[in-house]
């Protein structure tokens, strides 16, 4: 039997056992042994496509990349040819698209590399339809826009986060607060500062020592996760990043289902044919990336607010400077800012200052 086919057993045996406190300690020895399947089937699909690549050899580019997955004939292609200047083909038949096509958004003065992704099928995650490299792709950005068929959204949202998690990619959620420190000798200790419902003791023990080959360590949880975050701090490749759910073709739903998608978490219901809803979609992009514009003052002059320097949400004067001149904090001194991360206007900040959105900068040099 392949790995393939054990994983498919064991999430069959996962389904179909009820989950009460007799059974929780089975099912997390199974979910245990499913993680370590998984990572086996991974490190076998990469060993076969060594020389040629997992996933889709796309260079990044831009402040940010942007991932498009979603079933085939749902709408991402004609998404990325309305919000950029690229051309990727769509049509009315399925798989148009068959390999990731790039494209630039710009939002408040950021590039965005906005990747349009093959469509991927049930089992992507096992091989079907080149899935894999699809899902190896969306590894690599820094959001993913999870385009469904408004006439299939429920179905499709489940079937899609399936094939993202069994891959390692965990959507709009944290990695959770567990520490694993390896030892060489002194067995498995285990504390926790908080009450734990969900995983016992002896379960984290078993699941260290059988299915994991771990039998020295010192495991602490500060938080009530479950097995599922334990197994993914113990496999350590888990990929966290934000998710918008589009919700594409609206006008073909009833406008109760309209009001029931776009009440849902982390959501935004569109149509691209007749361009609703697209500014909206923007300001998610924007606000779920997490970018903070920051303009820069020279000494005596105006700021220049036509050429933001686009970084990371909790950047400092630090980054601003390595974002203006690779040598430039060897001559920093101070900097003066202005903006919502100051109380007064301006202000003189050191190299460690928090910035926010729209800040204004002027760096001092050492003479």
């Known amino acids: 039997?392949?790995?393939?086919?054990?994983?498919?057993?064991?999430?069959?045996?996962?389904?179909?056992?009820?989950?009460?406190?007799?059974?929780?300690?089975?099912?997390?020895?199974?979910?245990?042994?499913?993680a370590r399947l998984r990572t086996q089937l991974l490190d076998e699909s990469s060993q076969k496509t060594k020389g040629y690549g997992l996933s889709f050899d796309v260079m990044k580019s831009g402040s940010a990349r942007v991932?498009?997955?979603?079933?085939?004939?749902?709408g991402k292609s004609s998404l990325l040819n309305t919000l950029t200047e690229t051309e990727s083909e769509a049509a009315a038949y399925e798989f148009t698209t068959l390999t990731a096509v790039p494209g630039n958004l710009y939002i408040n003065g950021a590039k965005i590399?906005?990747?349009?992704?093959?469509?991927?099928?049930?089992?992507?995650?096992?091989?079907?339809?080149?899935?894999?490299?699809?899902?190896?792709?969306?590894?690599?950005?820094?959001?993913?826009?999870?385009?469904?068929?408004?006439?299939?959204?429920?179905?499709?949202?489940?079937?899609?986060?399936?094939?993202?998690?069994?891959?390692?990619i965990r959507l709009n959620t944290r990695p959770p607060d567990i520490t694993i420190d390896i030892k060489k000798t002194g067995g498995i200790k285990f504390t926790s500062t908080v009450p734990l419902t969900h995983v016992t003791e002896h379960m984290v023990k078993n699941i260290?020592?059988?299915?994991?080959k771990c039998h020295h360590a010192h495991v602490l949880f500060r938080e009530d996760a479950t097995v599922d975050q334990l197994i993914d701090v113990l496999e350590g490749n888990r990929v966290y990043m934000p998710?918008?759910?589009?919700?594409?073709?609206?006008?073909?739903?009833?406008?109760?289902?309209?009001?029931?998608?776009?009440?849902?978490?982390?959501?935004?219901c569109t149509s691209v044919t007749n361009k609703m809803n697209l500014q909206y979609l923007l300001a998610l992009i924007w606000r779920n990336l997490g970018l903070v514009r920051v303009y820069t003052k020279p000494r005596g002059q105006q700021p220049d607010l036509d050429e933001p320097v686009i970084l990371r949400s909790g950047a400092t004067t630090t980054n601003i400077c390595q974002g203006i001149h690779k040598d430039m904090m060897d001559v920093f001194n101070y900097a003066y800012v202005w903006g919502c991360s100051v109380k007064h206007q301006p202000q003189k900040v050191g190299r460690d200052h928090l910035l926010a959105d729209e800040d204004v900068v002027q760096v001092m040099t050492r003479s």
């Not at 959204?153 to 399936?162: P, S, V």
């Not at 260290?208 to 994991?212: G, I």
């Not at 109760?256 to 959501?267: E, L």
């Open 208 to 212: 260290l020592s059988h299915e994991h």
């Open 113 to 168: 590399q906005l990747l349009d992704l093959p469509g991927i099928i049930e089992g992507a995650a096992v091989g079907k339809g080149r899935g894999r490299q699809v899902i190896s792709t969306a590894r690599t950005a820094d959001l993913v826009l999870m385009v469904m068929d408004a006439a299939k959204g429920d179905t499709q949202r489940r079937l899609l986060t399936h094939e993202l998690e069994t891959m390692g």
């Open 67 to 74: 991932a498009l997955v979603g079933f085939p004939s749902v």
């Open 1 to 34: 039997m392949g790995v393939a086919e054990k994983i498919k057993d064991i999430e069959a045996e996962i389904a179909r056992t009820q989950y009460n406190k007799a059974t929780e300690y089975h099912i997390g020895l199974l979910k245990g042994k499913l």
């Open 243 to 268: 998710c918008v759910y589009v919700y594409n073709k609206i006008d073909n739903v009833s406008i109760d289902a309209v009001d029931y998608f776009s009440r849902q978490p982390f959501s935004i």
